[in-house]
């Protein structure tokens, strides 16, 4: 239950299994930030397992933002429409709750946000990732840090596997015994992600374990897939290389936490998931992820969850645009790609033929937005269909006009959150971003966590996707569906 301290009706109080926190009201809402959800990952915890966190006298100030995982800012032309907030400190697995303030005694429904960044980085501390306006709207909001880059996806002889994806499951044990006291409903937690954070929420609805956690999943713009670890190891072993060291857990406790992100921005400069290059991925673990999650998917994990799924219009013109690749592209640089990946000159031929005047880059961004996400996600909702699992299908394409980026990777956060006018959002999708939008958008979320119905048909053989194009938004069967088929396996 949420106390507000009588001589200071702006403060209110919860009491944890761990001890009291000290939140702030503000418009209605109740935020509780810096929450430690597990004990720091420093000295013998770095590189191991999350732990339980230690307990506390009195009352944890949890009015600010706490410490964010170690992680390097966007480089280049990136870092002018994605930023970066970084606090330091050694307890960043720590979680921010949005709430209501007033309420009646009936739990609420939970969200529990994943955010995205190439496993490398973001934070709960950004801006744009502030849980208000789904507090407002009678959910309760739930936000954990968890670890990145080399402390939390390294392969390392003697660690664990998929340490920030295990800090995940430990954030959704804590919703599970705590979040009661903050209002919301442990037996309708909705668990959402972008990005990296949609490939995490992936590989968690297809752990044995999920239905005990979550009730819901939402994927957005998510890669289904976690690579064998020996090929998820290869930035590991790149940075193993640059430091002269082996990979190992011994020898990589050994080095600072700054020098191992300055020898992870060498070995990944001039990276992006479109060109290729040094990455973190999930790996295959015995523990986690057993199997493929994109696999574990169409063979029935997860079917007894309801799941939303979808991708944005454009995706990959974030990473070709701002940076000018778009441009420089050649159809020398499409033949290799496309081979590397398994994609058939006859479907370049149709993409070609579908988008007459798209110069080569753009030609090579729609083949990989499809070939990466697009085909996955078709896959997986065909999959759970067959085994009569509820999945709700949508594409983000309004066009933003920040940089030609149209409806680029990450535009859609903004209206997802209902927070358009935040900087956060700005940078990607600029001053006019339709109101009508995020709020057609934001209510689609809180209805399908709230109801597990976002307003329109669940998937069928006629292929249902809302489209929200910031016009009628309409429900659109089967959209583009010889490109699809064109690059189905």
């Not at 937005?369 to 078709?378: A, C, E, I, S, Y």
């Not at 067959?386 to 956060?413: C, D, I, K, M, N």
Request: glycine residues 10%; negative net charge; aromatic residues 6%.
């Amino acid at each position: 239950m949420i106390m507000h301290d009588a001589g200071s009706p702006t403060a209110p109080l919860v009491t944890t299994g761990a001890g009291t926190v000290r939140g702030v009201e503000r418009d209605g809402i109740d935020r509780f930030l810096d929450i430690p959800y597990a004990a720091p990952p420093v000295g013998s915890l770095r590189f191991a397992l999350p732990a339980s966190s230690p307990s506390w006298d009195g009352e944890r100030d949890a009015t600010v933002a706490g410490p964010t995982a170690p992680q390097n800012p966007y480089s280049g032309a990136l870092a002018r429409v994605l930023p970066t907030v970084t606090i330091a400190g050694d307890d960043f697995l720590n979680l921010n709750i949005c709430t209501p303030a007033s309420r009646g005694a009936e739990l609420l429904p939970v969200m529990v946000w994943f955010h995205g960044g190439s496993l490398q980085h973001g934070s709960n501390a950004l801006e744009g990732y502030d849980g208000g306006a789904f507090a407002r709207d009678g959910v309760v909001f739930v936000a954990p840090n968890y670890r990145l880059g080399a402390e939390g996806f390294s392969v390392l002889e003697g660690a664990p596997l998929n340490l920030g994806l295990a800090d995940q499951m430990a954030a959704l044990r804590w919703v599970q015994a705590e979040i009661a006291a903050f209002g919301g409903d442990p037996r309708q937690v909705t668990v959402f992600g972008q990005s990296a954070g949609g490939n995490t929420t992936a590989a968690l609805l297809a752990h044995p374990e999920a239905p005990s956690l979550f009730s819901r999943a939402i994927i957005q713009s998510g890669p289904l897939a976690a690579l064998p670890p020996e090929k998820a190891g290869r930035i590991t072993a790149l940075i193993a290389k640059d430091l002269g060291i082996p990979a190992t857990r011994t020898a990589f406790m050994n080095v600072s936490p700054d020098d191992l992100l300055a020898a992870q921005a060498r070995v990944t400069a001039g990276s992006t998931p479109i060109t290729g290059g040094a990455g973190y991925s999930l790996s295959i673990d015995p523990s986690l992820i057993p199997t493929n999650p994109q696999d574990a998917l169409e063979s029935g994990a997860g079917s007894g969850i309801p799941l939303m799924i979808g991708t944005t219009t454009d995706e990959a013109r974030l990473w070709l645009v701002p940076t000018g690749l778009v441009m420089k592209l050649k159809w020398l640089h499409l033949a290799v790609a496309r081979r590397k990946v398994g994609i058939s000159a006859a479907a370049v031929k149709l993409f070609k033929r579908n988008y007459p005047d798209a110069v080569t880059g753009e030609i090579l961004g729609a083949l990989a937005t499809d070939k990466l996400l697009r085909v996955p996600m078709n896959q997986v909702a065909d999959a759970r269909l067959a085994h009569a699992s509820g999945t709700h299908v949508y594409e983000f394409a309004w066009p933003s006009p920040v940089e030609y980026l149209r409806a680029a990777h990450a535009v859609e956060l903004g209206f997802v959150f209902d927070n358009v006018n935040s900087p956060d959002s700005v940078g990607l999708a600029g001053t006019g971003a339709p109101q009508e939008l995020a709020s057609c958008m934001h209510r689609a979320w809180v209805d399908f966590a709230v109801t597990g119905d976002p307003g329109w048909s669940s998937w069928t053989a006629a292929r249902p996707v809302k489209t929200f194009d910031g016009g009628t938004n309409p429900v659109v069967l089967a959209p583009r569906d010889d490109e699809r088929a064109a690059l189905t396996p």
